[in-house]
């Protein structure tokens, strides 16, 4: 076969398989995406979700207050708007598309049991508008672009890719310009991706006095003279002593930046059953805040008119800490062995100006123990080690003086023996006769002394 026939062929092939993807892509284009799972489902409708089951082993119940949305199992604790928004969504676009079959093995196989399943309904009213079991992924959770998806009143499963109507390109089905939903962090982590993490508000804020009590086993205060400068006064002594800069600011530092990792419910009804009625440790804050001025409308600083002085008002805050908790954080798909991580629960306190703070100091948190460690800090731990330091130094000075780098340059030092002395030219007999003028003074003058 010639060249020019070889290359005829080459281009036919080509036009063959374009055409063919070509068909396939317009086939896909006319027939559209599959059917939505839940046809009837209305977004606006919305007022209540629950989600339970599964290896957590916990339930979460969420309801519409009003236009705001409240952790109902937690004692109302507020949701992010926008988590819920994303989340109904997601129900919305959910579609059963690609069956991988129906069997009860497989239902365990892809998670989508009762054991292993997430459960979740979402209500208009009494009547749930979606009922379905979310299993896990089956590119594992380095990749949430699928997951196994099945209905509670069907037992088909589905390989699904939930798409999210914001994230959509020009065209519903323009898959390359769109981002799947994270089943799996808003199910399995429902602390981080539906409730706000911060706790308090004290980022902008100097603190003063730390008072730290850990029943009776500790009870001390360290007070803030300058910078790196604090005083200790424990309760079993009379007068300060001089406190660690480090670990007073190591305790603050968390303190100031604490983390919600999870809400139990409202201090009233669940203190007992996490350890809040007897607290582990209490810290108390003393911190101070500038005051921001803001010059009245219309009205100028005149020239060379002084700066008027920073005005700071005074904070108190508490921290009481429980018993440590574990609870469930991940599981090994490959040994159906669970994670666990250990928490504490806290309660805030103070006296509060913003309403959504005080309102915080109503519910109990959970917190890393990387949060608390600093807490747990020993008496000897918060002295000063500068204190030990010092009087070392001191006490070294005048007994250890110090050497002189080359022998011989200080004749008269009153540590060497006077045998050391006249021992010195024995050991270099030939350093003397190359340089005998250099030589200060000779070593015999000094042994008389040595003798006396």
């Known amino acids: 076969m010639s060249r020019t026939n070889l290359i005829l062929l080459g281009v036919l092939a080509l036009l063959v398989i374009l055409y063919v993807v070509g068909r396939d892509e317009g086939a896909e284009r006319l027939a559209g995406p599959a059917e939505r799972m839940f046809p009837a489902f209305n977004k606006e409708a919305v007022d209540r979700i629950e989600i339970e089951g599964g290896w957590q082993g916990d ?51 892809t998670g989508t049991d009762v054991k292993h399943g997430r459960l979740v309904r979402v209500y208009k009213g009494d009547s749930p508008m979606a009922e379905f079991r979310v299993g896990h992924n089956p590119k594992g959770y380095g990749s949430y672009q699928e997951f196994f998806v099945r209905k509670e009143s069907d037992d088909t499963v589905y390989r699904t890719r939930t798409i999210l109507t914001k994230d959509q390109g020009d065209s519903d089905l323009d898959r390359g310009r769109v981002q799947g939903f994270a089943w799996h962090n808003y199910l399995n982590r429902l602390h981080t991706e539906w409730l706000r993490d911060d706790i308090w508000d004290l980022a902008d804020t100097e603190t003063e006095e730390v008072w730290l009590n850990r029943g009776d086993e500790l009870d001390v205060r360290l007070v803030k003279k300058a910078d790196d400068k604090w005083d200790l006064f424990d309760s079993g002594s009379e007068e300060p002593v001089p406190g660690d800069a480090d670990a007073a600011e190591s305790i603050t530092s968390q303190a100031r930046y604490l983390r919600n990792s999870g809400v139990l419910g409202l201090y009233e009804e669940v203190r007992v059953d996490c350890g809040l009625d007897k607290p582990e440790m209490t810290l108390v804050l003393t911190l101070k805040k500038k005051v921001e001025k803001t010059p009245a409308e219309g009205e100028e600083k005149e020239e060379g008119e002084e700066e008027p002085a920073e005005e700071y008002v005074t904070l108190k805050r508490t921290l009481e800490v429980g018993t440590k908790i574990t609870r469930p954080r991940d599981l090994d798909r490959e040994t159906g062995e669970i994670e666990t991580e250990e928490l504490y629960p806290i309660r805030i306190g103070g006296e509060f100006d913003d309403p959504e703070e005080e309102a915080r100091s109503n519910f109990v948190f959970l917190v890393t123990p990387y949060s608390i460690d600093p807490l747990r800090k020993e008496l000897d731990e918060l002295k000063s080690k500068e204190e030990e330091k010092e009087p070392a130094e001191e006490e070294r000075k005048p007994d250890e003086p110090a050497e002189p780098e080359t022998p011989g340059e200080d004749a008269t030092e009153p540590e060497k023996e006077p045998e050391e002395e006249a021992a010195e030219p024995e050991n270099k007999p030939e350093e003397e006769p190359a340089q005998p003028e250099k030589q200060p003074e000779e070593p015999p003058a000094e042994e008389p002394k040595g003798e006396e």
Do not use: Q
Not at 60 to 68: H, I, L, M
């Open 59 to 109: 339930a979460w119940n969420f309801r519409r207050v009003g236009s705001d949305w409240r952790v109902a199992s937690a004692g109302g604790y507020p949701v992010k708007k926008e988590a819920i928004d994303t989340f109904v969504d997601a129900v919305f676009n959910l579609r059963g598309e690609n069956a991988v079959g129906s069997s009860a093995a497989l239902h365990a196989e």
